[in-house]
């Protein structure tokens, strides 16, 4: 909580993180500062710290508790994105902490030419903010989200994909299979049928030569 008027505290007291509901990012800067959009690219970013407890000192920007916690988020954050990104314009503004485990509030402003993505710094973000809380989920505007967590002496990821829904197509290939090969042995059949028959019997061939279509038989 900021008190804005220092001559008569309590009398003017806002919560920052009731900007951080604002979606566009120069606006959210204005709500925060009261001054103009900066020349920055802003990234609106939460990050959860999950092992850690919410504390009311976590309000107060001049208790040791929040002064203690953003210094920690600083320190983890700033250097190792710097040289991850080799971008040294990389900054961070910590907007506040809400409950929620700790809810980490942030701005992520870089040069207004530069061309990361809110995809490369949810990882950059996700893998430094491990030196902090090893359990913890990062969401920057623009990018999926990513949960970190802790290591384990084994731990396989299992992805699953569900099928598409093609039963249908799978019962009429089986149908179709099945009526092809009855098929098939059906002709098989009577081919034998009639090659026992001619070797038995003899042969016939069929003569056109009237409109009765004469056979004409011939033992063998």
Sequence with gaps: IDDTNSTNPGTNCSDPNTCF?????????????????????????????LSKLFSNELKNPASDDYKSLTAEIRTALVPVARNRLNDSTFNITIVGFQNGSVLVNLLILLNNTSNVTANTLKSVIADA????????SVNVAGAMPVTTLAPTTSQTVLT??????????????IV???????ALLTILALV???????????????????MLQRFNYTNI
Excluded: H, W
Excluded at 161 to 171: A, H, L, R, Y
Excluded at 176 to 182: D, F, I, S, T
């Design 21 to 49: 509901t604002i979606e566009d990012t120069c606006a959210l800067f204005q709500c925060l500062t009261n001054n103009g959009c900066p020349p920055k690219k802003i990234f609106k970013t939460t990050i959860t710290l």
């Design 129 to 136: 903010i491990r030196t902090v809380d090893n359990q913890s």
């Design 160 to 173: 699953e994909q569900t099928p598409s829904d093609n039963s249908g197509f799978k019962v009429a290939t």
């Design 176 to 182: 179709l299979g099945v009526l092809l090969g009855v």
């Design 192 to 210: 034998l049928t009639m090659v026992c028959m001619m070797k038995r019997f003899g042969r016939y061939f069929i003569s056109g030569s009237d």
